[in-house]
Nanobody
Framework: QVRLQESGPGLVKPSQTLSLTCTVS??????????WSWVRQPPGKGLEWMGA???????FYSPSLKSRTSISRDTSKNQFTLQLTSVTPEGTAVYYC??????????????WGQGTQVTVSS
């Protein structure tokens, strides 16, 4: 069974870059036809898909975040990483990594990390 675990700083200052890593075990991030996403949920709001990296290494981004988002991977470590530049307090959220057969995920499935709280504040 695949397991995903997010890691990164819990506090980021406004205008800085947020970096999170998802470490995957029990399955390879290069397995055909799987997409590896980052999703966030601000307090009191719904899930927001941010972007994904495919098994092939191709990347896909939410249009609203595309200019500030970058997703990359390290296949030797079976990890993928989110970078979000120029963060604002509106970026305060629980950030999840997820695996799915679809590029865009909007509901929680079986293959999600437990989530990590990130607060943007000075």
């Amino acid at each position: 069974q695949v397991r995903l675990q997010e890691s990164g700083p819990g506090l980021v200052k406004p205008s800085q870059t947020l970096s999170l890593t998802c470490t995957v075990s029990g399955g390879s991030i290069t397995t055909n036809n799987y997409y590896w996403s980052w999703v966030r949920q601000p307090p009191g709001k719904g899930l927001e898909w941010m972007g994904a990296i495919a098994y092939s290494g191709n990347t896909f981004y939410s249009p609203s975040l595309k200019s500030r988002t970058s997703i990359s991977r390290d296949t030797s470590k079976n990890q993928f990483t989110l970078q979000l530049t120029s963060v604002t307090p509106e970026g305060t959220a629980v950030y999840y990594c997820a695996r799915d057969r679809k590029v865009v995920v909007t509901t929680k499935g079986n293959d999600w990390g437990q989530g990590t709280q990130v607060t943007v504040s000075s």
